[in-house]
């Protein structure tokens, strides 16, 4: 991806997740849908203003693993269908 490009490989990742999960969805958005995406941005801005670059090291891989289980609870929820 782009942020990849730049330096900033956290970026990309955290974009990806978000990508696949938006791919598939089922259904409308729910509000766990929506508090997802607004996670996503939120860690994505975190990337940004701590200058998280790389894979973020330690704090990278804490973000990912987070970001990933709480977009499984919310698809095991029934948040996206």
Do not use: W
């Not at 259904?27 to 995406?37: A, C, K, R, V």
């Not at 996670?39 to 990912?64: F, H, N, P």
Request: charged letters at 25%.
């Amino acid at each position: 991806g782009q942020g990849g490009s730049f330096g900033y490989q956290l970026m990309t990742e955290v974009g990806a997740l978000m990508c696949r999960y938006i791919e598939n969805l089922q259904g409308p958005l729910t509000q766990e849908d929506i508090d997802l995406m607004k996670l996503c941005y939120k860690s994505m801005r975190a990337v940004i203003t701590g200058r998280l670059s790389g894979d973020g090291g330690d704090a990278g891989r804490m973000v990912i693993d987070g970001l990933g289980k709480v977009a499984a609870k919310v698809k095991a929820a029934g948040g996206d269908d």
